[in-house]
């Protein structure tokens, strides 16, 4: 059973990048595709983008000029990075595994808060 | 304002069955897999129904997904208090190339 791991920093400064990494285990990194949603404060959810093990990746066409998700198979995780950050951006962001069949997100991580605020 | 379209709130006693509807387009639901998604306060969303009425190990077959056309239908039944949660309908948009949730429907037990 694939497990994630959220970590990072839950406070970050307007015009600053966030940065979020994803600990995965109990899987292969080539059996699903790796990826990010975030959830305002009593909002609903949005996805922002996904990486495969290969390296490539899908963004969201609303924050591709600002989002690079990565991926680092030796170390089994993965990577978002979210620069230029304004209050808009303070959210709940979940790493998920995505599905590469039916585009299910069958696996999420805990979540991190992430708060933009000088 | 979501792509897919679902009831902010529904509500049903304890013991009947509730229906929440999530309704797209043939770009997303029309031609693809729709998934759902039960939400508790304070905790990540887990997968409920995926590939359109599909379960997960562990999830009750009190829980099921169906499709027509372009829209999606979860229904629970034998409703009990600790199914209260957000439920989110999911799909992959084949235009706009992005995966699309509808804005959840908030599940109250009466």
């Known amino acids: 059973q694939v497990q994630l791991q959220g970590s990072g920093p839950g406070l970050v400064k307007p015009s600053e990048t966030l940065s979020l990494t994803c600990n995965v285990s109990?899987?292969?990194?080539?059996?699903?595709?790796w990826s990010w949603i975030r959830q305002p404060p009593g909002q609903g959810l949005e996805w922002i983008g996904y990486?495969?093990?290969?390296?490539?990746?899908v963004y969201s066409p609303s924050l591709r000029s600002r989002v690079t998700i990565s991926v680092d198979t030796s170390k089994n995780q993965f990577s978002l990075r979210l620069n230029s950050v304004t209050a808009a951006d303070t959210a709940v962001y979940y790493c998920?595994?995505?599905?590469?069949?039916?585009?299910?997100?069958?696996?999420w991580g805990q979540g991190t808060l992430v708060t933009v605020s000088s | 304002q979501s792509v897919l379209t679902q009831p902010p709130s529904v509500s049903a006693a304890p013991g009947q069955k509730v229906t929440i509807s999530c309704s797209g387009s043939?770009?997303?639901?029309?031609?693809?897999?729709v998934s759902w998604y039960q939400q508790f306060p304070g905790t990540a969303p887990k997968l409920l129904i995926y590939?359109?009425?599909k379960r997960p190990s562990g999830i009750p077959d009190r829980f099921s997904g169906s499709k027509s056309g372009s829209s999606a239908t979860l229904g629970i039944t034998g409703l009990q208090t600790g199914d209260e949660a957000d439920y989110y309908c999911?799909?992959?948009?084949?235009?706009?190339?992005?995966?699309?949730f509808g804005g959840g429907t908030k599940l109250t037990v009466l």
């Open positions: 998920a595994s995505l599905s590469t069949g039916d585009m299910s997100f069958d696996y």
């Open positions: 109990g899987g292969s990194m080539s059996s699903h595709y």
């Open positions: 990486v495969f093990y290969s390296g490539s990746t």
């Open positions: 043939t770009s997303n639901i029309g031609n693809n897999y």
């Open positions: 590939d359109n009425n």
């Open positions: 999911g799909a992959w948009d084949s235009s706009l190339s992005v995966v699309v």
